[in-house]
Protein backbone atom coordinates (compact mmCIF):
# COMPACT_ATOMS: atom_id res chain seq x y z
CA UNK A 1 0.00 0.00 0.00
CA UNK A 2 1.50 3.40 -0.49
CA UNK A 3 0.50 7.14 -0.56
CA UNK A 4 1.18 9.06 -3.44
CA UNK A 5 1.17 12.97 -3.10
CA UNK A 6 1.25 15.44 -6.12
CA UNK A 7 0.72 18.71 -7.12
CA UNK A 8 3.99 20.44 -5.77
CA UNK A 9 5.80 22.75 -7.61
CA UNK A 10 7.46 26.49 -8.20
CA UNK A 11 4.40 29.57 -7.44
CA UNK A 12 5.13 33.06 -6.60
CA UNK A 13 4.16 34.95 -3.43
CA UNK A 14 0.49 35.01 -3.40
CA UNK A 15 -0.37 31.83 -5.36
CA UNK A 16 -2.03 29.01 -5.37
CA UNK A 17 -1.37 25.18 -5.47
CA UNK A 18 -3.68 21.84 -5.11
CA UNK A 19 -1.87 19.43 -3.61
CA UNK A 20 -3.61 15.37 -3.66
CA UNK A 21 -2.89 12.17 -1.94
CA UNK A 22 -4.52 9.07 -3.58
CA UNK A 23 -3.70 5.77 -2.04
CA UNK A 24 -2.43 2.71 -4.53
CA UNK A 25 -3.00 -1.01 -3.92
CA UNK A 26 -6.07 0.02 -1.56
CA UNK A 27 -8.57 2.40 -1.28
CA UNK A 28 -7.75 5.73 0.82
CA UNK A 29 -11.06 5.57 2.62
CA UNK A 30 -10.14 2.19 4.62
CA UNK A 31 -6.85 2.88 4.93
CA UNK A 32 -7.59 5.95 6.51
CA UNK A 33 -9.60 7.11 9.77
CA UNK A 34 -7.55 9.86 9.45
CA UNK A 35 -5.80 11.66 6.51
CA UNK A 36 -3.21 14.35 7.24
CA UNK A 37 -0.94 16.57 5.45
CA UNK A 38 2.66 17.37 7.25
CA UNK A 39 5.88 19.36 5.89
CA UNK A 40 9.04 19.85 6.19
CA UNK A 41 11.07 22.08 5.52
CA UNK A 42 15.02 22.29 4.96
CA UNK A 43 16.51 22.26 8.47
CA UNK A 44 13.23 21.89 10.22
CA UNK A 45 10.96 19.18 12.07
CA UNK A 46 8.14 17.90 10.21
CA UNK A 47 5.11 20.06 11.29
CA UNK A 48 1.15 19.22 11.32
CA UNK A 49 -0.75 21.04 8.07
CA UNK A 50 -3.63 20.00 8.20
CA UNK A 51 -6.24 16.64 8.75
CA UNK A 52 -9.51 15.40 7.70
CA UNK A 53 -11.78 12.66 9.23
CA UNK A 54 -12.92 10.50 5.95
CA UNK A 55 -16.39 10.11 7.88
CA UNK A 56 -18.04 13.05 8.49
CA UNK A 57 -15.54 15.34 6.93
CA UNK A 58 -14.68 16.48 10.16
CA UNK A 59 -11.09 18.83 9.52
CA UNK A 60 -8.54 20.34 11.48
CA UNK A 61 -5.71 22.67 10.75
CA UNK A 62 -2.63 24.13 12.50
CA UNK A 63 -3.52 28.06 12.98
CA UNK A 64 -0.78 29.42 10.88
CA UNK A 65 -1.93 28.03 7.54
CA UNK A 66 -5.95 28.47 8.88
CA UNK A 67 -7.81 30.41 5.60
CA UNK A 68 -5.13 29.47 3.12
CA UNK A 69 -5.01 26.09 3.33
CA UNK A 70 -7.92 23.84 3.49
CA UNK A 71 -7.91 19.71 3.37
CA UNK A 72 -10.80 18.02 1.75
CA UNK A 73 -11.83 14.86 0.34
CA UNK A 74 -13.65 13.20 -2.71
CA UNK A 75 -14.97 10.20 -1.89
CA UNK A 76 -15.62 9.33 -5.22
CA UNK A 77 -11.93 9.51 -6.34
CA UNK A 78 -10.50 8.35 -3.16
CA UNK A 79 -8.52 11.47 -2.97
CA UNK A 80 -7.58 13.98 -0.33
CA UNK A 81 -6.58 17.54 -1.25
CA UNK A 82 -4.68 20.48 -0.02
CA UNK A 83 -5.81 23.79 -1.47
CA UNK A 84 -2.80 26.54 -0.68
CA UNK A 85 -4.12 29.52 -1.54
CA UNK A 86 -2.29 33.24 -0.73
CA UNK A 87 1.01 31.07 -0.16
CA UNK A 88 4.02 32.77 1.72
CA UNK A 89 7.91 31.96 1.46
CA UNK A 90 7.65 30.18 4.62
CA UNK A 91 5.26 27.88 3.17
CA UNK A 92 8.24 26.22 1.33
CA UNK A 93 8.68 23.14 1.91
CA UNK A 94 8.26 19.01 1.01
CA UNK A 95 4.57 18.34 1.84
CA UNK A 96 3.73 15.01 2.86
CA UNK A 97 0.39 13.12 3.35
CA UNK A 98 0.11 10.61 5.85
CA UNK A 99 -3.09 8.11 7.15
CA UNK A 100 -4.04 5.52 9.63
CA UNK A 101 -7.07 3.75 10.79
CA UNK A 102 -6.31 3.58 14.75
CA UNK A 103 -5.79 7.37 15.47
CA UNK A 104 -7.60 9.22 18.25
CA UNK A 105 -8.88 12.65 17.81
CA UNK A 106 -5.97 14.08 20.12
CA UNK A 107 -3.41 12.53 18.64
CA UNK A 108 -4.07 13.81 14.83
CA UNK A 109 -1.80 16.61 14.66
CA UNK A 110 1.33 14.09 15.68
CA UNK A 111 3.47 12.69 12.90
CA UNK A 112 3.72 9.67 14.97
CA UNK A 113 0.26 8.76 15.06
CA UNK A 114 0.66 8.06 11.29
CA UNK A 115 1.83 4.46 9.52
CA UNK A 116 1.27 4.95 6.19
CA UNK A 117 3.12 8.09 4.71
CA UNK A 118 3.21 9.34 0.55
CA UNK A 119 6.94 9.92 -0.64
CA UNK A 120 6.05 13.78 -0.20
CA UNK A 121 6.10 16.54 -2.84
CA UNK A 122 7.86 19.84 -2.96
CA UNK A 123 6.43 23.22 -2.91
CA UNK A 124 8.28 26.22 -3.30
CA UNK A 125 7.32 29.71 -2.93
CA UNK A 126 9.44 32.75 -4.39
CA UNK A 127 9.08 35.93 -2.78
Known amino acids: VQLQASGGGLVQTGGSLRLSCAAS??????????VAWFRQAPGKEREFVAA????????YSADSVKGRLTISRDNAKNTVYLQMNSLKPEDTAVYYC???????????????????WGQGTQVTVSS
Open 98 to 116: AADENIILSNVRRSSSYGY
Open 25 to 34: GRTLRPLGRY
Open 52 to 59: IRWSGGYT
